[in-house]
C-alpha cells in the first residue's frame, strides 16, 4: 500500500511540475473569471525558435519583457491609467536595442530607421499615430501626443518630426537607431535579392517584413487601451507604411469589446483590418475573444495573403481574459494579472 501511495506521490508532483513549467511559458490567460486589470505585451512574431537561440540570448529578451511589463503592471495596480501603462511599456521596448522598434529598428533600402507607431484609447475612441518619423526617440511617446495636443491622428515624416519639436519630446541624431545586427541583416537581404532568392515562401524573407513591439491593457477604471511601435520592414523602400501606425489594422481599442496590438506583415494586416475586425467578431457575433483571434490569425490572414500572411496579436478584453495568437514559429510575450502573475513566452504553445 505505502508502495502505492509512494507511485501515486510521485505522478503528482511530477505533473505539477510540467504544469508548472508551462505556466511559465504560456501567457494566455484563458479563464473567463473577471479581473480587475491586467496588461500583456509583445515583442514581434517570427521564425522564432528555441534551437536558433543561446540560452544567455533568451535571458536577454526574458530579463528586457519582465522589465517592460512590470513598470506598466505598476502603474495599473496603483489605479494609473491604462493608456499610461501602455506607454510606459512600449517605451522600454523602444529603448532596448534586441526589438524592431525605437533603438532596435530595422534599416531601410538606403540604410536609414524610419519609425512608425499608434495608440489608441478605448474609452473615447480616442487614437494618435506617427509614420516614417527618422529622429523622435521614442515613436509612441510621439502617438500619444498627436492624440491629446493635435486634431488629428496620423502624422507623418517632416511634419511629424516637426510637431514632436514643438512639443518637447527627446529628439536623437538617426545614429542613434542603428545597430550591428539591423545593418547584417539589411546586407542579407540585399544578397538575397542580388541573388534572385526572393521568395514569399523563403523564411528569411517573410521574416524582414516582421517585428513590432506592442502593448495592451485594462486598467481599474474599466478602461481599456493598445499601443504598437516598429521599425517596419528590413530594406524597406519608397515611403512605405505598415499596419502598426493604421488604426483598425495594427492597432485598436474598445471598451465595447477588446484592445489589440498586432504583429506580422503589415500588407496583410492592413488588408484584412485585423485588430478591428477581431473586435467586431467579439461585438457583432458574439464571439469570445480567444475565438476570434483564432479565427482572423489562423483562418482569415493566411487567405489572404496566400500563405505569406504571417504574424500574431496580444488581446484582451474588457473582463480582462488574455489571448496571444500566432501563426509564426514564435512570438516574444509576456503577461500580468491583477494577482501578480507573470507568465513570459518566446517559443510556439
Not at 508502495?3 to 508551462?22: R, T
Not at 540560452?55 to 491609467?81: M, P, T, V, W
Not at 538606403?110 to 478605448?122: K, V
Request: one cysteine or more; hydrophobic letters at 35%; glycine letters at 10%.
Amino acid at each position: 500500500m505505502k508502495n502505492i501511495l509512494c507511485i501515486l506521490s510521485a505522478i503528482i508532483i511530477c505533473y505539477s511540475c510540467k504544469e508548472s513549467s508551462k505556466k511559465v511559458e504560456e501567457p494566455t490567460q484563458n479563464t473567463t473569471e473577471k479581473v480587475s486589470f491586467a496588461i500583456l505585451i509583445h515583442g514581434g512574431a517570427g521564425n522564432i525558435q528555441q534551437k536558433n537561440m543561446s540560452d544567455a540570448k533568451q535571458i536577454q529578451y526574458r530579463q528586457i519583457l519582465e522589465e517592460a511589463i512590470r513598470a506598466g503592471h505598476s502603474i495599473l495596480k496603483n489605479r494609473g491609467a491604462s493608456l499610461d501603462a501602455v506607454q510606459k511599456t512600449i517605451t522600454i521596448l523602444e529603448d532596448s536595442p534586441l526589438f524592431n522598434a525605437g533603438r532596435g529598428a530595422v534599416l531601410t533600402n538606403t540604410g536609414t530607421c524610419e519609425h512608425d507607431a499608434s495608440i489608441m484609447d478605448g474609452k473615447m475612441l480616442n487614437a494618435g499615430a506617427s509614420a516614417g518619423t527618422k529622429t523622435v526617440k521614442n515613436p509612441i511617446t510621439l502617438a500619444r501626443a498627436v492624440m491629446e495636443h493635435s486634431p488629428h491622428v496620423m502624422l507623418a515624416r517632416d511634419g511629424a518630426e516637426t510637431f514632436a519639436k514643438e512639443q518637447g519630446l527627446a529628439i536623437v541624431e538617426p545614429s542613434y537607431f542603428y545597430t550591428e545586427k539591423s545593418r547584417k541583416s539589411l546586407e542579407y537581404i540585399k544578397a538575397l535579392e542580388k541573388n534572385n532568392e526572393v521568395s514569399f515562401y523563403n523564411a528569411d524573407i517573410k521574416d524582414s517584413k516582421f517585428g513590432t513591439v506592442g502593448c495592451v491593457a485594462l486598467d481599474k477604471h474599466g478602461n481599456l487601451a493598445a499601443g504598437t511601435s516598429t521599425g517596419g520592414m528590413t530594406n524597406k523602400r519608397w515611403g512605405r507604411i505598415g499596419d502598426s501606425p493604421i488604426i483598425g489594422a495594427g492597432t485598436y481599442a474598445n471598451n465595447k469589446t477588446c484592445a489589440v496590438s498586432c504583429t506580422g506583415w503589415g500588407e496583410y494586416f492592413i488588408r484584412g483590418m485585423v485588430a478591428h475586425d477581431i473586435s467586431a467578431l467579439v461585438e457583432y457575433k458574439g464571439l469570445s475573444l480567444k475565438e476570434a483571434s483564432k479565427e482572423v490569425i489562423q483562418k482569415k490572414l493566411p487567405s489572404i495573403g496566400d500563405g505569406a500572411g504571417g504574424g500574431g496579436i496580444i488581446a484582451i478584453d474588457k473582463n480582462g481574459m488574455m489571448v496571444t495568437e500566432f501563426n509564426t514559429k514564435g512570438m516574444f510575450r509576456a503577461s500580468m494579472d491583477d494577482k501578480g502573475e507573470l507568465n513570459i513566452g518566446m517559443f510556439n504553445k
